[in-house]
Each structure stands twice: as structure tokens, then as C-alpha cells.
């Protein structure tokens, strides 16, 4: 488990993994002409996770991929890879893999070139380079025909492809995604992110990776960091995240979330608590009147009203709901998490 | 079709003008230089078509003002590049109101008279061949600058960034990503140097020496100090037809030259 820093709800955990920590940030900061972008973060990656800072668009994690990079030098606080302090060193120093958003790929240089640049600067032999771009780039799945193209000859998918080989070709220990998917459409997406999770899972490289889109963070990650103007609000696992949100910000980001006052569900207790759309059981304590529906395929999404507040269900399509139907839901305790009013939104 | 015509309109004005002014006279120069040259009154003998005043140019005098030419382009277009790339990097990595303030700089020269520039540098500089290359460089490097600094300005910063975080020192992105990628503006900043080389009129008229003549002195000569239209129309086309050369050679070199590496 990785531990956050001191604007975090879980301030002070300690990190486990210490002894194998690939990343530490300890109260790092950034700012843009006056304007904090990353405000006093920490965090401690282990080695081998898969890494997610999720976060909506502006929230810093962009600029944070930057610092563990190199990229953006911080203001305040100190970056660490592999437990040496790398805070003033700049990214040809660190050793770190990183694809950009737009993969950067370099536009006069064939596939191959693009994948051998990381290992010719290292000055390494050339037997030596094009048996590791040949083995990256199986890795990766580029069929050999490829190989000798331009970039502007390959698709979305291609191009994500051999930005990832380049990364990974110098072998790094930790590497860099910035929003890998975020050009590509649905179908690919699903098809690269498996990719790269079993990529992940071959190489055993630490992998951060920045996104928006909270299934690509839930369905990749061991630990998924979900960030909000510059600060880290809570780091767990995406179940814990999903399951036991520690702010409103957080279980909105993760998905559909009930927040109701407690008082109002008649519970003994003061704040908001939490319940999933498909964790409420159509029974007999809430009754109410269906207010809208939405086919989500396999589910559907009924909006319903019941006394002064509105419930959000999700069932399995073969439900027969409509507009205006009588319904009564049930709230199993179990499935209640409690949410301090703190930080409501 | 209909679209064709509809979307040349906009560059109607500017056809009409390449057709009456750059098309019209040239072909009236064409003519001109096959008259024969005059032999009694007037600048040249009516109803004549011949092709003798191209054979001047197989004269050692004529070859000799060509090749000076040609050389005076190449040295120009060298110089150009070689001070105006890295003022163009330099002026790139400014920050944005830095970059205006640098270029208003390097553009104010131009907004001086040419000749008080001219007669100044006569006032500075030993006549020579030196002095008529600064003159001509001087002249044409603010455009060299803005070729080169937009070319720059239009690589992509993650590109350079890409680089760094691969591994490559400064010198290695530069010689590796940088260089490479702005080869067009360079090779654009080249052949304006040339083609501004080749014309080379001001710079060898007030600062070369007598023997140090470029075809357009030369043809300057012939048409208005010694009245001889038909030879001088055929130094212009002489001229035109290497001003064309550099041109469309320049990148037809380049391109070759990528085949062959590919």
C-alpha cells in the first residue's frame, strides 16, 4: 500500500514497500506562473505495481508524471527512483520510460530508429540495439512489416505501440504513461489497455500512468491516486477506493455513488453515507415512484424518487421498469459507507 | 470544376498581376534578346531573330561574370545560413515577448534607407569582394531569420522533451531531433539566400570593385550605360535561368538525396 502525503486523508500510513520503493515523492509542489498546480504531494510507489493518478482534467496529474520524470523541476519537496534523490536531475539522468499523450514519436525517424534512439545515445553496439528493438517490438505485438515505416504511415493504435517499445526498449524501471488511451477510440482502447497490463505484467516494470477515465484506473491498476486541484486525496486499491471512498469528490469520481444524509435514511448517525446504484435491492423500505430510465444494455439505470431524496439503481435489463412505476428499494446496512460532510462538493 | 474556379477567385488579383506584370515582360524580354544588336541608331535592329547574344556567353569575359555570380550566390547563401540558424534557435528559445522585442530588432535594419545603409557600410568597409557579401547577407538575413525561427517555432516541444527523457544530452537532441526536423527551414533560408545571392545588384555596385561584376551589374550596364538592349535582355535571361536553376534545384538535390539514403 502506498502511503500519501500531508494534505491526504491517509497522512502517515507508513509505506510498507519501503525497502522496495521505486517512486517516492515526499511533499512535492509545482506551481505555474504563481498558480499551484501540484500542492505539497507525497506519495511511495513499490516496485512492479501499476500506478494510477486519476483525476479530472487540470488537477495537476499531467504535471506530476512531469516531476517524477524530470520534465518540471519542483518547487518545494523531493523526488526519489529507487531511493536516491532525483529531484535535481533532469529526465536524461533518471532512466525512467515515458509515453506522452501525443507519443511523440519522432516524425523523421522510422519505427525501428524511433525504438533504437534510447539505446544509441546510451552508446550501446549495434548488433546489440537491433536484437533489443526487434525483441521490444515483439513484445509489443508490431508485426515486422511495420518495422521500417514512419510514423505518419502507422494508426492511432501503431503509433501507441511503438511509443510504448521506446519506452521500454532502454528497460527502465519505472516507466511514464500520459493518458495512453486518450486518443484512441473505445474498441482499441479496451484492446491497448489489456495490452498494456500484460505488458506490465511480463515486464515487471513500476508503471504510473495518468488518466481521466476512471474504468481504465479501476480495471488497470494495483493502486489507483485520485487527484483534485493539485492534491492527492486518497491512494488505495481500486476496490478499497470504489467500496470506501474517504471524500464525496472521490466516490462521484469512481462511478455512480447514492451520497444521502444519513438522518434522512433514519440512521443513528450524522454525515453522508454511500451506497452504489447496484448495491440497492428492489424489496420493501423505500418506497417511491420511478422517475426516469436508461438502457445501459446488460443494465438498466432507474432514477427513483423516494420521499424527499432520489436513488439511483442499477439492475439487469430483464427488469420491467417504467416512467412512473411504483417501486419500494432496499439499502442493505452492509453496503452503507459513511462519508465525512467534509470536502462535499 | 465549378469549385476549382470558385476557389481561385480569392487569387485573382494576384494572377492578374503574375500574368501583366511578370509573365508580360518576360516574354517581351525573351524577344528582345533574340533581336540583333543595333547598327546604326536605336537600341537594337527591328525585325531581326537571332540567336547570336547567347553565343556571348560562350565568351571567357561573359562566363567568367556568370561564375562569378554563382559563386557570389553560393558564398551568400552559406553565410546566410550559417548566421542565421543559430540567431533563429536563439531567438526561438526567448520567451514569447522576448521573441517579438529580438525580431522587431533584427527587422528595424530594413526600415532604414537602403542606401544610407549602403553608403554607411561604403564608409565602414574596404571595397571587395568581402564588403559586397556583408552588404548582400546583411540585406537578405532578417528574412533568412524568419524562415528559419518559424520553422523552429512549428517543431513540436514534446519531440525535444521525448529526446531528453530517452536519454539524449543537449547536443544529441539537438544534432538528433532539432537539426533534422528544421532541415526545411533551412534548406528554404539556403535557396532565398541564393536566389537573393544571384541577384546580387546594391551590394557589388557600391562596394565591389570594377572587376568584381555580377551578371545584374553587368546587364545594368549594358541596358543603360552603353544602350545595348538585346545583350543585356540575355544576360536577364541568363540570369533568370539561374535564378530558376537554384530554385527548383535546391530541393530536387534534397529530395535526391533522400532516395538515395533511403
Not at chain 1, 517499445?165 to 528497460?171: M, V
Not at chain 1, 438502457?295 to 439492475?315: M, P, Y
Not at chain 1, 427488469?319 to 462519508?339: C, K, Q
Amino acid at each position: 500500500m502506498p502511503s500519501t502525503g500531508t494534505n491526504s486523508p491517509t497522512a502517515g500510513t507508513a509505506p510498507s514497500c519501503a525497502a522496495t520503493e521505486a517512486v517516492r515523492l515526499e511533499r512535492v509542489s509545482f506551481a505555474y506562473g504563481g498558480q499551484c498546480v501540484v500542492n505539497d504531494v507525497s506519495l511511495t510507489i513499490p516496485t512492479g505495481a501499476f500506478v494510477t493518478i486519476l483525476g479530472p482534467s487540470g488537477c495537476g496529474k499531467t504535471t506530476l508524471l512531469r516531476l517524477i520524470g524530470g520534465y518540471l523541476t519542483p518547487e518545494h519537496g523531493q523526488v526519489f527512483l529507487q531511493r536516491s534523490d532525483v529531484t535535481a536531475q533532469p529526465p536524461q539522468r533518471r532512466h525512467v520510460g515515458m509515453v506522452f499523450q501525443n507519443y511523440a514519436l519522432f516524425p523523421h525517424l522510422t519505427v525501428r530508429q524511433n525504438v533504437a534512439f534510447g539505446l544509441e545515445v546510451r552508446g550501446r553496439a549495434k548488433a546489440s540495439v537491433r536484437q533489443q528493438v526487434d525483441a521490444v517490438l515483439d513484445k509489443v505485438g508490431l508485426s515486422p512489416a511495420e518495422r521500417d515505416r514512419f510514423p505518419s504511415q502507422l494508426s492511432g493504435g501503431q503509433q501507441q505501440r511503438v511509443a510504448l517499445a521506446r519506452a521500454l526498449a532502454f528497460e527502465p524501471p519505472v516507466l511514464l504513461l500520459d493518458e495512453p488511451l486518450a486518443s484512441l477510440d473505445r474498441h482499441l482502447r479496451e484492446q491497448v489497455r489489456l495490452e498494456l497490463c500484460r505488458i506490465h505484467r511480463q515486464s515487471a516494470v513500476t508503471t504510473v500512468m495518468v488518466t481521466h477515465d476512471q474504468e481504465e484506473a479501476l480495471a488497470s491498476s494495483d493502486i489507483v491516486g485520485v487527484m483534485r486541484a493539485g492534491q492527492l486525496l486518497q491512494v488505495d486499491s481500486p476496490r478499497e477506493l470504489y467500496d470506501r471512498p474517504r471524500s464525496q469528490f472521490v466516490a462521484r469520481f469512481l462511478g455512480d455513488a447514492n451520497l444521502i444524509e444519513a438522518t434522512r435514511l433514519g440512521l443513528n448517525q450524522k454525515g453522508t453515507v454511500l451506497i452504489r446504484p447496484e448495491q440497492i435491492r428492489i424489496g420493501t423500505e423505500h418506497p417511491g415512484r420511478v422517475i426516469a430510465v436508461n438502457f445501459h444494455g446488460a443494465d438498466l439505470v432507474a432514477e427513483v424518487q423516494c420521499q424527499d431524496f432520489v436513488l439511483k439503481l442499477r439492475t439487469r435489463a430483464i427488469s420491467d421498469l417504467s416512467v412512473g412505476d411504483p417501486i419500494a428499494l432496499d439499502l442493505p446496512r452492509e453496503h452503507l459507507w459513511e462519508i465525512p460532510d467534509e470536502d462535499s462538493l | 470544376m465549378k469549385y476549382r474556379v470558385s476557389a481561385l477567385l480569392p487569387a485573382g488579383p494576384a494572377l492578374a498581376m503574375v500574368c501583366g506584370l511578370v509573365i508580360g515582360p518576360l516574354l517581351l524580354l525573351i524577344r528582345v534578346s533574340l533581336y540583333e544588336p543595333a547598327t546604326g541608331r536605336g537600341f537594337y535592329t527591328p525585325g531581326t531573330l537571332s540567336f547570336t547574344n547567347y553565343a556571348a556567353f560562350a565568351d571567357g569575359y561573359l562566363l567568367g561574370i556568370a561564375g562569378f555570380t554563382v559563386g557570389c550566390g553560393l558564398a551568400i547563401a552559406t553565410m546566410v545560413l550559417l548566421i542565421a540558424y543559430p540567431l533563429g534557435l536563439f531567438l526561438s528559445s526567448l520567451t514569447a515577448r522576448m521573441q517579438l522585442i529580438a525580431l522587431g530588432l533584427i527587422l528595424m535594419p530594413k526600415t532604414a534607407g537602403l542606401l544610407a545603409m549602403l553608403f554607411g557600410l561604403q564608409r565602414w568597409l574596404p571595397r571587395g569582394v568581402l564588403a559586397t557579401l556583408i552588404a548582400e547577407v546583411y540585406l537578405v538575413l532578417p528574412y533568412a531569420v524568419i524562415v528559419i525561427y518559424a520553422q523552429l517555432l512549428n517543431l513540436d516541444p514534446t519531440l525535444r522533451a521525448a529526446a531528453r527523457g530517452l536519454g539524449a544530452s543537449s547536443w544529441q537532441v539537438f544534432r538528433r531531433v532539432t537539426l533534422p526536423l528544421s532541415m526545411p527551414g533551412m534548406i528554404l533560408a539556403f535557396q532565398l539566400g541564393l536566389m537573393w545571392g544571384l541577384g546580387a545588384f546594391l551590394g557589388p555596385l557600391f562596394l565591389g570593385r570594377p572587376n568584381e561584376t555580377t551578371l545584374a551589374v553587368e546587364l545594368h550596364r549594358q541596358a543603360f550605360e552603353y544602350g545595348r538592349w538585346p545583350l543585356a535582355a540575355t544576360e536577364a535571361v541568363g540570369l533568370l535561368v539561374l535564378v530558376t536553376v537554384a530554385a527548383t534545384g535546391v530541393p530536387a538535390v534534397v529530395q535526391m538525396r533522400r532516395v538515395t539514403r533511403c
